[in-house]
């Protein structure tokens, strides 16, 4: 049983210039998650799904940010327009909806936005 | 509002001492459930343990031991003869939902090194 995957693990990219994670969870799981997390910091949740339709988003995900999930299974986070406020590190976890409930991680994609 | 309070910022302890990590929680809602991650430097979040609002039983897995008090909204973790391997910085989490499995609010997190 693979865990969660997320690709790119590390992205670099210009201010203003546009960017695009994927995640792909544990495969039976129906809800992705994803998160947020800074330096210093703990992780601050942005948005989650359960198979493809996206049931809440934080009010930190600003109209710069969309996230999808089009058949359920793998989903993608693109930011436009980066800013250096959105280097971060990005998480995504997956789980059930029938227990056990846990939120199992990915090692997160780090976007550095010089 | 939720809120998760983890007000030891880094703690350092010799090898095979006990430590004990704090967590203090707010929330007005009656059903919760509370989390404990360990994310090691390679940076991926472990799980390590889920308890819900109803069940104040302390638990004890290995050298883990989990402490919930609702009388002071309180979900400690201790370590008993701690290990390098433990080095990490571990976060508490809360989640409102019936069966928590919907968003997490994590504190700040403690950083704990064990010094060999």
């Known amino acids: 049983d693979t865990g969660v995957s997320q690709n790119p693990r590390h992205k670099i990219t210009k201010r203003g210039q546009n960017v695009t994670f994927r995640c792909d969870p544990i495969s039976e799981h129906n809800r992705l998650y994803w998160y947020r997390q800074t330096l210093g910091q703990g992780p601050e949740f942005l948005t989650y799904?359960?198979?493809?339709?996206?049931?809440?988003k934080s009010r930190l995900l600003s109209d710069r940010f969309s996230a999808e999930r089009p058949k359920g299974s793998f989903s993608t986070l693109e930011i436009q327009r980066t800013e250096q406020g959105d280097s971060a590190m990005y998480l995504c976890?997956?789980?059930?909806?029938?227990?056990?409930?846990?939120?199992?991680f990915g090692p997160g994609t780090r976007l550095t936005v010089t | 509002a939720q809120k998760v309070t983890q007000a030891q910022t880094e703690i350092s302890v010799v090898e095979k001492e006990d430590v004990t990590l704090d967590c203090v929680y707010e929330t007005r809602d009656t059903t919760y459930y509370l989390f404990w991650y360990k994310q090691p430097p390679s940076g991926e979040l472990v799980f390590l343990i889920r308890r819900n609002s109803f069940d104040e039983q302390n638990e004890i897995s290995g050298r883990y031991s989990w402490n919930f008090q609702k009388s002071t909204s309180s979900f400690n973790f201790t370590i008993t003869a701690s290990q390098v391997v433990d080095s990490a910085v571990y976060f508490c989490?809360?989640?409102?939902?019936?069966?928590?499995?919907?968003?997490?609010?994590f504190g700040t997190g403690t950083r704990l090194t064990i010094i060999p």
């Open positions: 976890a997956s789980s059930l909806v029938v227990p056990p409930y846990e939120q199992y």
């Open positions: 989490a809360l989640s409102l939902s019936n069966f928590g499995n919907e968003k997490l609010t």
């Open positions: 799904f359960q198979n493809e339709a996206q049931l809440e």
